[in-house]
């Protein structure tokens, strides 16, 4: 009693929401502590990856003049299975997801077509070695073609014709 300062109404609910409940032997977690990320599916077997840790990677990004490095916290996700690994960049959670150019071009990252395009790179590209390094080859040349997209409407029209039939053909793929 002497000397504990009574903690206020707010300070406990914080603290009852930092700890776990249980209920049936499964940890029940405030949904308000968590943070939205994807399910990965193994390349290999198709099966869930589990997330094992969180990891700084440093990447080094290219401009026409100058180098820059930064750390960049990513997700490590493992396959129980056969222990595959994959790293989640979270640099840019919360955003459009990936997909830069089509985001750029629909002006919304919200857009019906964008969801085909994210649908397929989740589901058939990420499955094989080759539609991975697109991806990554993707994810670093996209961002600069990106902002020249979104500063000009003449070219947000004419992404928007180009990935018309590539839309068309994902969706008719991931539909079989």
Same mark, same amino acid.
């Given at each position: 009693?002497?000397?504990?300062?009574?903690?206020?109404?707010?300070?406990?609910?914080?603290?009852e929401?930092?700890? /776990?409940?249980?209920?049936? =032997?499964?940890?029940e977690?405030?949904?308000?502590?968590?943070?939205?990320?994807?399910?990965?599916?193994?390349?290999m077997?198709? #099966? /869930?990856?589990?997330?094992?840790?969180? &990891?700084?990677?440093?990447?080094?990004?290219?401009?026409?003049?100058?180098?820059?490095t @930064? @750390?960049? /916290?990513?997700?490590?996700?493992?396959?129980k299975?056969?222990?595959?690994?994959?790293?989640?960049?979270?640099?840019?959670?919360g955003? *459009?997801? =990936?997909?830069?150019?089509?985001?750029?071009?629909? =002006?919304?990252?919200?857009?019906? &077509?964008?969801?085909?395009?994210? *649908?397929?790179?989740?589901?058939?590209?990420?499955? &094989? #070695?080759?539609?991975? #390094?697109?991806?990554?080859?993707?994810?670093?040349? *996209? /961002?600069?073609i990106?902002?020249?997209?979104?500063? *000009?409407?003449?070219?947000?029209?004419?992404?928007?014709?180009?990935?018309?039939p590539?839309?068309?053909?994902?969706?008719r793929?991931?539909?079989?």
């Open positions: 009693m002497f000397g504990r300062k009574k903690k206020t109404e707010s300070e406990q609910k914080a603290e929401m930092k700890k /776990p409940l249980t209920k049936d =032997g499964f940890t977690v405030d949904p308000r502590l968590l943070i939205s990320v994807p399910t990965i599916l193994c390349p077997c198709g #099966s /869930p990856m589990a997330i094992v840790g969180r &990891e700084e990677k440093e990447i080094t990004s290219r401009m026409l003049t100058k180098k820059t @930064k @750390k960049v /916290p990513h997700l490590k996700y493992q396959c299975a056969d222990k595959t690994e994959f790293n989640l960049n979270l640099e840019r959670r955003g *459009s997801g =990936g997909c830069f150019i089509a985001t750029a071009a629909y =002006g919304t990252s919200t857009a019906h &077509e964008i969801n085909v395009l994210r *649908s397929f790179r989740d589901n058939v590209l990420m499955r &094989e #070695s080759a539609g991975r #390094s697109f991806i990554s080859f993707y994810y670093r040349i *996209s /961002p600069t990106a902002k020249m997209i979104s500063k *000009s409407g003449t070219l947000k029209f004419a992404t928007r014709v180009l990935l018309a590539i839309v068309k053909a994902v969706k793929t991931i539909e079989l």
